[in-house]
């Protein structure tokens, strides 16, 4: 078994062509979440304040609510004089009007009695019995955070399209928000395929690998906002490899699959794409990552990348992540992408576009040379660098762009 490659494809076609296809194939929509759960997702509409925030005339400082008028001329050396008709807590109503004269003693937080319009620092005052004491002038509206100040009621407090990070999940609550509707996550069903793979909770028998792929690649997927499930390791088996992608496509928007991608023995999931659907893709003019295979099947869009974990991460970085972060509203983080110096001289295939693992120092990106089956590339890297197809020498020095995997 096993088919020949079909023409292989320019990466900008194959971006376009994957991008218009899900975007076509995807339904999206959005849900309703608790605020509790709501933490990363991405708000689908503007979420308006269905109160006023303060909702009432609130003291800002601890002190005394005064008529400011009674307080002008206000100093150390001419205190004035005012009678102090109750204490009021956070948390509970005043019983009696401020009159000229008078004054209430008033926590942070507490509402503003009728007829203050200010109020004066615990710091400038001094009790005398009943009687307090005003060492300073105040302004009218001094310390006080009138109702509808920080929001008005009907605003918008949370724009659409936000992430809803852990302040905003604040500000929704101060607002009485319970919960909210955000964009749905694209479903992803991930699959590994290859006789050799074991789980990485499993025994390594000889000439066994432990399978990356799954665990890598859903880790990627949720960080482009997706939803995961697994389907675990299938082998290099036409009837299996059917079941399994028939299974992930009755419960997943998109089927990711890696291994088995290539014209070997072993490799029938073009073969099963052929027969349940159409392939699309097979064979993508960038290294690593040349084995890429796409297909529809049933109105749903099946990715299999390379085995070679290298390859499998970077064809899913590039080419698959965009378009799932443009319809999950997931973007990458700022400053994902950094200009850096290279270190070392670095040649490039021509012809198609390269990709180059880079460790990040200083101001410099050094290339890692291995072969995409290398693992400790992976764990030593800080992210990638993309070269152009018709660029054959990229001299030590030269700016490059570099993708970060991580800069938080
Ligand atoms: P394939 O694309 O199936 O020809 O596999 C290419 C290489 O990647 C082989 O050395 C595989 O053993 C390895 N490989 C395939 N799938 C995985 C995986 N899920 N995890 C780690 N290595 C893999
Ligand atoms: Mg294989």
Do not use: W
Request: proline share 5%.
């Amino acid at each position: 078994m096993g088919v020949e490659f079909l023409d292989i494809i320019d990466l900008d076609d194959a971006r376009r062509i994957m991008a218009d296809l899900f975007r076509k194939l995807y339904s999206g929509g959005s849900e309703t979440v608790n605020i509790d759960d709501a933490l990363g997702r991405v708000l689908a509409e503007d979420v308006k304040s269905p109160i006023d925030l303060p909702p009432f005339d609130r003291a800002s400082r601890d002190g005394y609510a005064v008529v400011a008028s009674d307080t002008f001329g206000a100093s150390d050396e001419k205190p004035v004089r005012l009678r102090c008709i109750e204490t009021v807590e956070a948390g509970s109503l005043p019983s009696g009007r401020v009159e000229s004269g008078s004054c209430t003693r008033i926590s942070t937080g507490a509402p503003v009695p009728e007829g203050a319009d200010a109020v004066v620092m615990v710091e400038y005052t001094e009790v005398s019995g009943e009687d307090v004491y005003i060492h300073r002038p105040a302004y009218p509206s001094q310390h006080i955070a009138a109702a509808g100040s920080d929001i008005e009621a009907g605003s918008v407090l949370v724009g659409g399209g936000r992430v809803l990070s852990p302040d905003k999940i604040a500000a929704l609550s101060a607002a009485g928000v319970t919960s909210v509707k955000v964009v749905s996550r694209p479903s992803a069903h991930v699959i590994s395929t290859g006789n050799e793979l074991t789980e990485p909770s499993g025994r390594l028998e000889p000439a066994k690998i432990f399978d990356s792929n799954s665990l890598g690649i859903s880790a990627a997927l949720r960080d482009a906002g997706c939803s995961v499930s697994r389907g675990g390791i299938i082998r290099d088996d036409y009837d299996e490899l059917r079941s399994a992608l028939i299974e992930g496509l009755g419960k997943a928007d998109l089927v990711i699959t890696s291994g088995g991608t290539s014209a070997g023995a072993g490799d029938v999931l073009a073969d099963v794409l052929e027969d349940l659907g159409e392939v699309v893709i097979h064979g993508i003019s960038m290294k690593p990552g040349k084995p890429t295979i796409v297909g529809v099947v049933d109105g749903k869009m099946v990715v299999g990348l390379p085995g070679f974990p290298v390859a499998a991460l970077l064809v899913f970085r590039s080419i698959v992540e965009p378009f799932l972060r443009e319809l999950s509203g997931i973007k990458a983080p700022e400053g994902s992408v950094k200009t850096l110096k290279l270190a070392e001289r670095f040649h490039s295939s021509r012809g198609r576009v390269q990709y180059a693992l880079v460790r990040v120092d200083g101001q410099y990106a050094r290339p890692i040379f291995r072969d995409s089956g290398a693992i400790a590339a992976l764990a030593g890297a800080d992210g990638y660098i993309e070269v152009p197809k018709n660029v054959e020498i990229l001299n030590e020095g030269e700016e490059v762009e570099v993708v970060l995997f991580e800069n938080r």
